[in-house]
């Protein structure tokens, strides 16, 4: 199985950077920007949770909750994404990465909180990458 | 010394691609889908390890054994690379990386197992990249 | 807000190939070698410094120190820049990112010792990339 030969030269990057984007929008709490990085139909699966979140409205309420928590326990999260295998698809992409969650508390010890794999449907528009569809696995669950 | 001018456009994002197909294959225990990421002779060495492995069927033995041992003991490891440094050579390329280790239990904690270096002799055949000769150092080692 | 549309093709893998280069460097005590990745008159400022390091004698002299704190202590320091958002300037391009630092202790266990933004404002010479303006955040200081 050829892995990387067919790949156009500058989708790599691209999605790298819009991961970028997308994780510093989500770890200082701009809920509403970050729900703009999901297409308006889009799902964010996590083997963590009984159902998927869908639809902006929905992602946007759990980023808010989530980073209101985090903010009244003192807590600065960031979210990495590495290890990005990206296959072009029709309308974008399709990335199998993984990610980790660091939580350092104010005045405390940065800590590997979780170690997770992510597998994103990513369209392109007019306005950049989007997140059609997310599905996050917790290397902790079966 | 210059850095990265000259730096062909897309040998970059390729190698990083490589690396994430190579360690994805790895952390899933497809033992023989990552001996296929060495050459023949292939030749993985560790500062931990009296002797490098040599050869795809000796590299897949290794892999099948690890895998087969955190399976047993419920972890799940995931190998990430990064500040990756790409040299070209004639026939592929020179990488220098960051390797970290990750490790969770099931049902418990994610931990920063190890850190490392890597250095990388990589050879850009039909089938895409392959490693020529690995050399892996413990930062807890000498 | 587009999020990575019009970045020129090779620009993401460059900076990358330059934190690569420059963390290496800082990571295996090259003081002054990683005094020459910042400008002449180049500026580390950062959250847990009373007031910014200014120019590469002071650069390299900080860095000279540190390294040889951690060598007396034993330790392993890595730097790891990750999750890079580049956008183009006049004279080359900023970049915000995350760090990790990673220490290990000879013949001990690997720990994320901290988690840092780091925003760049960097420049492309003849030599290939510098930082003219670097400001690291610690995310335990408020």
Redesign the interface.
């Known amino acids: ?5 067919d ?1 156009p ?2 989708l ?3 999605v ?9 929008l989500l770890d200082r709490g701009a809920a509403q ?1 970050w729900a703009q ?1 999901f297409t308006p139909d889009g799902v964010f699966a996590a083997n963590a949770h009984p159902e998927p979140t869908r639809g902006r409205d929905a992602i946007a309420a759990a980023a808010r909750k989530a980073s209101d928590d985090l903010a009244a326990r003192g807590i ?1 999260r ?9 296959t072009p698809t029709a309308e974008g992409a399709r990335a ?3 990610a ?1 969650i ?1 939580e ?12 997770t794999t992510c597998e994103d449907d990513l369209v392109r528009g007019e ?3 989007q997140v059609r569809h997310r599905q996050v696995r917790r ?4």
């Open positions: 199985m050829p892995s990387t030969i790949l030269t500058d790599y990057h691209q790298q950077g819009f991961y970028a984007y997308q994780m510093q920007e990085t600065r960031r979210h990495w994404l590495g290890m990005v295998q990206v199998t990465s993984y980790l660091i350092t508390p104010r005045g405390g010890q940065a800590t590997v909180r979780m170690s306005d950049g990458w290397d902790d669950l079966d």
